[in-house]
Nanobody, 130 residues
Framework: VRVVESGGALVQPGGSLRLSCAAS????????VAWFRQAPGKEREGVSC????????DYIEDVKGRFTISRDNPTNTVYLQMNNLKVEDTAVYYC????????????????????????WGQGTQVAVSS
């Protein structure tokens, strides 16, 4: 099982990007999926997640209203639409997943703790600069 990110690029402030997380050998609707990011010299932080049971979502405060996470179950892909990008959004963005059945409460809403996820992609670079 694996996930592969794509879509990172260099963009100007105020621009938009859509990141993709394509899953292989796993039925994505049964997984909780999250996006994390890590800027140079900083710790990895959770950005957004989507639950498996009802596809509910969560975001960190800094990206609310600008980022949208979504699932496309037929293609086994999760997207992160990022609008009105800021310089401080510059980071390597990682997709992570965990089987819902492995969680203490499989129906619980998703969370943004990196230790909760056991499948990680290699990351895709997002650079926001003028």
């Amino acid at each position: 099982v694996r996930v592969v990110e794509s879509g990172g690029a260099l963009v100007q402030p105020g621009g938009s990007l859509r990141l993709s997380c394509a899953a292989s050998e796993m039925n994505l609707p049964h997984y909780v999926v999250a996006w994390f990011r890590q800027a140079p010299g900083k710790e990895r932080e959770g950005v957004s997640c989507t639950s498996s049971a009802d596809s509910s979502t969560d975001y960190i405060e800094d990206v609310k209203g600008r980022f949208t996470i979504s699932r496309d179950n037929p293609t086994n892909t999760v997207y992160l639409q990022m609008n009105n990008l800021k310089v401080e959004d510059t980071a390597v963005y990682y997709c992570a997943a965990v089987g819902a059945w492995t969680r203490t409460n499989p129906l619980a809403v998703c969370d943004l703790f990196p230790w909760e996820y056991d499948i990680w992609g290699q990351g895709t670079q997002v650079a926001v600069s003028s």
